[in-house]
């Protein structure tokens, strides 16, 4: 077990060295995802990471001085800001999506800022105590500061980023020590979404939905709540699918046959496969990849970075990145459990629900067993916004390790 003993002004020196050391690789990488003999736009795009990283260090720094209870205090400071910002980019945002603010000479993506904003005011919420949350509806507060960041980032539209949203929500409700049959009663409309592509399957959720109420005995109100919003749900199924992006849609659909539009949707799914299945035992070497050189494998400095970890470094690559991965989360995670600070450890459990999430999901996507999505591998892909986070929301999981 890596040694839990603190030090003044820092907090965990082995969460850390974890960060710096994932950073360092994340941008050697990025740097190799530019050496191809076509020019791409991740040619020279190491620089840029470089710089976002001096920034992100001073963000780390600045958070690790800010007490909890301070944070505690700032907290709906923070998500004010975050969801104007939100408001902001869907009025004049820029990119694909509009998802980002110019500013100035570099950009901003306010969802990775309302992450951080969600997740403040999310543990000082539920701070209070299990006590409080006796009836479902006693949850409505957490479940509204979730859903406004959620509704304005699908708006976009970013369906990755929207994920994150519903996963804090859950990470906070499971820390805050809500039954998990009632995280599950609030689940379900989320499932129902999915599934309503299908009323057939859709109707059978229903019914299985229906009867654990029955079986469980809550108040008439709260059932009905619960079924309308499941109803409601699947009836929007329909027309949120009518809202995505073309590229969105293909994605979803690729994942179930990539077959399907071989040199489009379904190029970015076979190229990765074929990536990281190339790699063997010890890979082509650093920046030898022959499918990124060539420019077969798209977004290889971004959604697609663990590709070209698989490509070049091979199996023994991919495992270093994955043992390194798996202590960060540890380290989060023991943060979590060893504070007595009700506040500091909602923060640290859900850095870790949203390190897990992006890292199963990018694991997932680059070899096929879940949709693309869009989510960055994290302290590895290219994105200067998403580093920036990470590194103020370690910095604030360093303060819960010092205070506790």
Not at 160 to 175: C, H, N, R
Not at 201 to 217: K, Q
Not at 319 to 347: K, N
Not at 362 to 373: E, R, W
Request: charged residues 10%.
């Amino acid at each position: 077990m890596i040694s839990s003993r603190r030090i003044p002004g820092i907090g965990d020196p082995s969460l850390l060295a974890l960060v710096l050391i994932l950073t360092g690789l994340g941008i050697a990488m990025i740097y190799s995802a530019g050496q191809v003999d076509v020019r791409s736009p991740a040619t020279g795009i190491w620089l840029r990471q470089l710089t976002w990283f001096g920034v992100a260090i001073v963000a780390l720094a600045v958070a690790s001085r800010f007490s909890l209870r301070f944070l505690e205090w700032l907290a709906p400071w923070c998500y004010g800001v975050s969801i104007l910002l939100l408001v902001l980019a869907l009025a004049i945002g820029t990119g694909p999506n509009g998802s980002w603010l110019e500013l100035g000479p570099g950009r901003l993506q306010p969802a990775e800022v309302a992450k951080l904003g969600t997740v403040l005011m999310l543990a000082r919420v539920m701070g209070d105590g299990p006590e409080r949350y006796e009836r479902l509806f006693d949850l409505w507060k957490p479940a509204v500061l979730a859903l406004i960041p959620l509704v304005l980032v699908i708006r976009q539209p970013d369906l990755g980023s929207a994920m994150i949203f519903a996963v804090i929500f859950i990470a906070a409700l499971f820390w805050g020590g809500v039954p998990l049959f009632r995280i599950f009663l609030i689940a379900t409309p989320g499932l129902s979404l999915l599934l309503g592509f299908n009323w057939i399957v859709w109707g059978l959720w229903f019914l299985v939905v229906a009867a654990c109420l029955y079986v469980r005995r809550l108040f008439i109100i709260e059932s009905v709540g619960v079924l309308l919003a499941n109803i409601a749900a699947g009836a929007l199924t329909l027309r949120i699918w009518d809202s995505l992006a073309d590229y969105q849609r293909n994605r979803l659909l690729v994942f179930l046959d990539p077959e399907i539009d071989p040199l489009g949707a379904g190029w970015h799914l076979i190229q990765s496969k074929v990536s990281i299945g190339s790699g063997g035992l010890f890979g082509a070497g650093f920046a030898n990849g022959p499918q990124k050189r060539l420019a077969f494998l798209p977004e290889q400095h971004t959604d697609f970075i663990f590709s070209v970890v698989g490509e070049e470094l091979g199996f023994v690559g991919v495992a270093v990145f994955l043992v390194l991965f798996g202590l960060l989360l540890w380290r989060v995670l023991y943060a979590a459990i060893d504070t007595e600070d009700d506040f500091g450890s909602s923060i640290a459990f859900c850095v870790f629900a949203i390190l897990l999430t992006h890292l199963v999901v990018n694991l997932g996507m680059t070899v096929g067993v879940l949709p693309v999505t869009g989510l960055p591998l994290p302290l590895v892909s290219y994105g200067g916004s998403f580093l920036l986070m990470l590194y103020a929301a370690f910095g604030m999981v360093q303060r819960v390790v010092w205070e506790r």
